[in-house]
């Protein structure tokens, strides 16, 4: 089992950064690929970024390239979201997940997930 635990979310204003951090522990190991994934009220989970567990290989949502980065720690067990230029439409709870092997896109694709952390852009 792979236990992970989401931070660094918080209130912010548009146009402000944010990083997100996420603590893997239990049965870790570096060949899992890990995903970021967000969930706006009433809407469904969507996918932001995905990491390769080497760290050189990454993917992300449209909506969000050019203004995330997604990075990893295998030494700390830590991945990353770094969120700069934040819109009120980020607005949203951010669970990063977990699979071994390749990236995925989809949140059915990560059997391991964390609780969660809000974050809320103001206008």
């Known amino acids: 089992q792979v236990q992970l635990a989401e931070s660094g979310g918080g209130l912010v204003q548009a146009g402000d950064s944010l990083r997100l951090s996420c603590a893997a522990s239990?049965?870790?190991?570096?060949?899992?690929?890990m995903g970021w994934f967000r969930q706006a009220p009433g809407k469904e989970r969507e996918f932001v970024a995905a990491?390769?567990?080497?760290?050189?290989?990454?993917n992300y949502a449209d909506s969000v390239k050019g203004r995330f980065t997604i990075s990893r720690d295998n030494a700390k067990n830590t991945v990353y979201l770094q969120m700069n230029s934040l819109k009120a439409e980020d607005t949203a709870v951010y669970y990063c997940a977990a699979k071994p092997y390749g990236l995925g896109y989809a949140h059915d694709e990560y059997p391991y997930w964390g609780q969660g952390t809000q974050v809320t852009v103001s206008s």
């Open positions: 990491i390769n567990w080497t760290g050189g290989s990454t």
């Open positions: 239990g049965r870790t190991r570096s060949n899992y690929a």
